[in-house]
């Protein structure tokens, strides 16, 4: 009987992993990183894709889009479109995207998300990770529009204190006057806090059906 050693038998250990559990990964891919190099290459992509997955899962983010980056470079070099059934190019893009919007780093994330949607601008997930970051890209108009409900709260506030402790004690003549002036900054507000948050739904929508658009041409021209 033969027995394997070495690096093909580091990748015999590695198949026995059930359903390839993400920090038993980590712990081997870790445990073995220098013999697992020299595995053929095809099987070396393969388990580091795995590695990078439980990476992924682990939230270690930053590692995670190191691994992710060099997966999706060599995927082109080395012509590499699946592993196990799986498009490692959108995969890996598409799980990096997250992973920066994780760190905070929206406008790295908003440019992937923005490609990928202009890959497969249908695919839902796509499509909700582009709006998460278009919801955090609030444009001049819109963050006026918060700016004014702000200053419309601060005066109504300002009013209702003016009122409380001077018109009502020295200048009852004037509550009209500023009961319908409180009025006044209210409506305002509401009026700014509905432009702001329905101005910026409309500004996400906009933006998605400018890409989707801005696809179709390209699909149409494929097809012929």
Do not use: C
């Amino acid at each position: 009987m033969r027995f394997l050693s070495g690096p093909a038998a580091l990748l015999s250990e590695f198949e026995l992993i059930a359903d390839k559990e993400s920090f038993a990964v980590l712990h081997f891919y870790e445990r073995n990183k220098v013999e697992l190099a020299l595995l053929p290459f095809a099987d070396y992509y393969r388990l580091r894709s795995y590695y990078a997955n439980a990476l992924f899962v682990a939230q270690a983010y930053t590692q995670h889009i190191e691994e992710a980056d060099w997966l999706i470079e060599q995927s082109i070099i080395a012509d590499i479109r699946q592993v196990d059934g799986r498009d490692v190019y959108l995969h890996f893009l598409f799980s990096a995207m997250r992973a920066l919007f994780y760190l905070g780093q929206y406008e790295a994330s908003f440019k992937r998300a923005k490609a990928l949607v202009g890959m497969r601008p249908h695919e839902p997930k796509y499509l909700l990770w582009l709006r998460r970051n278009l919801m955090l890209r609030r444009p001049t108009w819109v963050r006026w529009g918060f700016a004014g409900a702000i200053l419309s709260l601060a005066s109504w506030l300002g009013v209702s204190l003016f009122s409380l402790f001077l018109v009502d004690p020295f200048f009852p003549y004037l509550r009209e006057f500023v009961f319908w002036l409180r009025q006044f900054s209210a409506i305002i507000g509401a009026a700014s806090i509905s432009f702001g948050i329905f101005g910026r739904y409309y500004y996400v929508e906009r933006e998605l059906r400018k890409l989707i658009r801005a696809r179709q041409p390209k699909e149409a021209a494929a097809k012929t």
